[in-house]
């Protein structure tokens, strides 16, 4: 994808819709572990209650990782956010001068080989 961001201007368009492509799968993605979230609060609630600790730890556990993936997911929606709103900018200086523009980048960048399975758009075309 950033391939064509900052090699190919004539396919800025495709890096463009790539991104809101990236932005609609961050959404559901972040939808669907909110929905998962809520369900393990409910089935920690439970288990406490029936005093079942152990069970309402791995649960704990499972809502540590949930909530990580959210806040992951929330990062990478103001990345690549941030990038949209000034995707003229950048197309016009042809390189990445400002430090803010080079972090979201390369935060989606790295990005792309931790979670390239669950967000294809990050795959590099």
Known sequence: MFGFLFVRWRKASKCKKLLQQLQSRLKLLKNKKYAISRHL?????????????????????????VENS?????LLLQFSDFILLRFSSIRKQRELVDDDINEAVSSLVFASTSCGGELPELITH
Do not use: W
């Open 70 to 74: 959210i806040s992951i997911y929330d």
């Open 41 to 65: 609060r409910h089935d920690i609630a439970l288990f406490m209650r029936i005093n079942d600790h152990t069970r309402a730890l791995l649960r704990t556990k499972q809502l540590f990782l």
